[in-house]
């Protein structure tokens, strides 16, 4: 069947650095995504990795490794902005993306 | 336009109503995905379309739920004799690609059904 799980929430404070894990068991891969969605709002597109390694994107850096069904989205320092939830997605060969219950980061002062 | 579109942006229906949701992709995109999100939770896919050709309406829960995008630009999903479970947030991706590689969300129509 198809997996992903993220933690549910997270908390830090401004200026810190946090790492929202993900891992994956899906039937097919085509790449993974990160979106950032503030309440009551569209997702947004962070990033995208398709191949193993670490991409970097100014604060915001995310990390994949295929073999182990695992990523990870590195946001560094914090801004109060960030408070949002941040979805994982994994891209199916067809194009659909099968997303995670989303990571609500909480920022605080 | 600008980005993708949605309306209405909010639609409350009595239990057994009709409703109909629309979506403007970004022009030229040939990739719409039609997603629902339920409150806490991520987006789940609906169905999917490439231009006027509906390729995958796998995630569609029942044979209530029909969409359409009959000219490749606009789309619409309708929800017939609408329940309370389908209240949720309904959302629309479109990619320029085929299969869609990075894809951008409308605003999402909230649905809530009494």
């Not at chain 1, 799980?5 to 650095?17: K, L, N, V, Y």
């Not at chain 1, 946001?75 to 219950?101: H, I, N, T």
């Not at chain 2, 949605?6 to 639609?11: G, H, I, L, N, V």
Request: one cysteine or more.
């Amino acid at each position: 069947g198809q997996n992903i799980d993220q933690p549910t929430e997270m908390t830090a404070t401004e200026g810190a650095i946090v790492q929202i894990n993900c891992t994956y068991q899906t039937s097919g891969f085509n790449g993974l995504f990160w979106y950032q969605q503030h309440a009551g709002e569209a997702p947004t597109f962070l990033s995208y990795n398709v191949l193993d390694g670490l991409e970097e994107k100014g604060r915001f850096s995310s990390f994949l490794s295929r073999s182990k069904g695992y990523s990870y989205l590195l946001l560094k320092e914090l801004q109060m902005k960030d408070s949002a939830s941040y979805l994982c997605a994994v891209r199916a060969p067809q194009g659909k993306l099968q997303f995670g219950a989303g990571t609500q980061v909480v920022v605080t002062p | 336009g600008a980005g993708v579109s949605q309306s209405p942006r909010y639609k409350v229906a009595k239990r057994g109503q009709d409703v109909a949701l629309r979506c403007d992709p970004i022009s030229g995109h040939v990739s719409l995905f039609w997603y629902q999100q339920a409150l806490g939770q991520g987006p789940e896919f609906l169905t999917y379309f490439q231009n006027e050709a509906q390729l995958d309406k796998s995630g569609l829960p029942s044979d209530r739920f029909f969409a359409e995008r009959p000219e490749g630009s606009v789309s619409t999903l309708k929800i017939q004799r609408t329940q309370q479970e389908d209240s949720a947030v309904y959302l629309c991706a479109s990619s320029f690609q085929p299969g869609g590689s990075e894809q951008f969300f409308g605003p999402g129509t909230r649905l809530t059904v009494l």
